[in-house]
């Protein structure tokens, strides 16, 4: 019951630490921008490569970007790094690419992520906007 009363609907979401394939520290709150979209991800999952390629695809995720008003944010929380940096092509390089460093998102269970892949959205001031939603929900709720 505790997991999912997690970074609930109308709450802040819960803030991170992770560390990009270039080996930068950033953080959840550091991100700035109007919606953040925060995409729990595996390299080689199906269901994650066809998200990536539906907002890659997207000219409103593109265009939102490029004027700063939307980042993703793409969070890799398991440890197999070998297999995270060989997927590295696959991820836009306009988004944030990481990996939790810590383990906490996890192992600490910061984030309710029964399931891979997990699409949350944010607003700027990391309240959920939407958990768990779908790529097509998110895709016409966009700034």
């Given at each position: 019951m505790r997991?999912?009363?997690?970074?609930?609907?109308?709450?802040?979401?819960?803030?991170?630490?992770?560390?990009d394939r270039k080996g930068r520290r950033y953080t959840l709150y550091g991100i700035n921008a109007e919606r953040t979209i925060l995409f729990f991800s595996n390299p080689g999952c199906k269901a994650c490569k066809e998200?990536?390629?539906?907002?890659?695809?997207?000219?409103?995720?593109?265009?939102?970007?490029a004027d700063g008003s939307l980042?993703?944010?793409?969070?890799?929380i398991d440890e197999d790094?070998?297999?995270?940096?060989?997927?590295?092509?696959?991820y836009p390089d306009s988004w944030y690419n990481g990996y939790d460093h810590n383990h906490v998102i996890r192992d600490e269970e910061?984030?309710?992520?029964?399931?891979?892949p997990s699409l949350y959205l944010l607003d700027k001031?990391?309240?959920v906007i939407f958990k768990d939603v779908t790529t097509e929900k998110l895709l016409?709720?966009?700034p």
């Open positions: 997991l999912t009363s997690l970074n609930r609907r109308g709450t802040k979401a819960a803030d991170f630490s992770f560390v998200i990536i390629e539906a907002l890659n695809a997207s000219e409103d995720v593109s265009s939102h970007i980042a993703v944010l793409n969070i890799y790094l070998t297999e995270w940096y060989n997927y590295m092509p696959i910061l984030y309710d992520v029964r399931a891979i001031d990391k309240n016409n709720n966009l």
